[in-house]
């Protein structure tokens, strides 16, 4: 990124009246605004743009430290890689899921995310505890657990498909990252759990949200009153996954269907999951439009050319994302 004109006046921050700020998005929750970082109360927030900016491409691969990513065939797979704390989603874990985040919506050569956990004991035990011993301002608390909301909820908006391979313990947010995910493959070692409330607290990263809508009003109210561990059998039953598989065979499982579907439309796979969520949040006669709009859209791809042409020549098809 680069400035195109003037200089940027010291940023306080708004909180805590500290200079010990850094630029951290050029995109706020606001129109017309930039997010910056405060070391001090480690608070994100929303500033009025200074100066005229211009984004340039990512010239390379960010690097990680706290995930582990790979991009083969067009298949991205991403690792939360803390496994000495059972993959435990800290501070620094939380911001590199932002760069993530741009990752996975530019680069056009991603076509399918899977997503998964190092080690062989979780895929993420949730927060790390640390988080909760601070003495929080309640405004900035909500700011900063906003990097991790609009992070699952990128993910949710992504028109690419995102698969979680659950390969162990999922709790807290670590479980709610996966409800965020599209498709969830499940490790028969696998085990689910919503413990917030032995803390005091609630899931709240949209895992009461995502959760009701998934396996429905009654079953997500005992799940999250009793704060019990369920089986990754009894998650399947209850539609909190879609597949169960031995351990040892889960990363090949995942990755033959994103193969899968890496054989389909892309335009057409993006806008179903898009127009699908739509219909979810809105009423019978509000989501007949928004499929209707979605269809008028593919009409006018190459794509569903592509298609028709494929029919009659009685090939399979050679979708392009165009």
Not at 8 to 22: H, L, M, R
Not at 142 to 157: N, Q, S, V
Not at 188 to 208: M, Q, S, Y
Request: hydrophobic share 40%.
């Amino acid at each position: 990124m680069e400035d195109v004109e003037g200089d940027e006046p010291e940023v306080v921050c708004p909180f805590c009246g500290s200079e010990d700020t850094e630029f951290f998005s050029l995109f706020g929750s606001v129109l017309m605004t930039s997010q910056y970082y405060c070391r001090n109360c480690r608070t994100v927030f929303d500033r009025v743009k200074w100066q005229a900016t211009r984004i340039e491409p990512m010239s390379r691969l960010p690097t990680f430290k706290t995930l582990l990513y790979d991009l083969q065939d067009g298949i991205a797979t991403v690792a939360l890689n803390r496994p000495e704390v059972r993959n435990a989603i800290n501070d620094e874990m939380r911001y590199e899921f932002r760069t993530l985040s741009d990752l996975l919506t530019t680069n056009k050569a991603i076509e399918v995310v899977i997503i998964t956990g190092t080690g062989d004991e979780a895929f993420s035990a949730g927060g790390d505890i640390g988080l909760f011993e601070q003495d929080w301002h309640t405004p900035a608390f909500r700011a900063h657990m906003r990097i991790m909301t609009d992070f699952f909820d990128d993910l949710e908006a992504l028109e690419k498909p995102v698969i979680a391979a659950i390969n162990g313990l999922a709790a807290g947010a670590g479980l709610q990252l996966t409800l965020s995910c599209d498709l969830r493959l499940a490790s028969d070692r696998a085990r689910f759990g919503f413990r917030e409330g032995f803390l005091g607290l609630i899931p709240a990263v949209g895992g009461l949200s995502r959760l009701v809508k998934l396996i429905g009003y009654g079953k997500a109210k005992e799940f999250i009153f009793s704060g019990d561990f369920i089986s990754a059998e009894e998650a399947e039953r209850m539609g909190l996954v879609n597949r169960v598989v031995p351990h040892d065979e889960l990363l090949p499982h995942a990755r033959a269907l994103a193969q899968k579907l890496q054989e389909r439309a892309p335009q057409a796979l993006g806008l179903a999951k898009r127009a699908l969520w739509a219909c979810v949040n809105s009423d019978l006669d509000t989501g007949r439009v928004i499929e209707s709009l979605a269809l008028s859209i593919l009409l006018k791809t190459e794509d569903h050319r592509e298609g028709v042409r494929a029919f009659r020549e009685k090939r399979p098809p050679r979708f392009r994302g165009e």
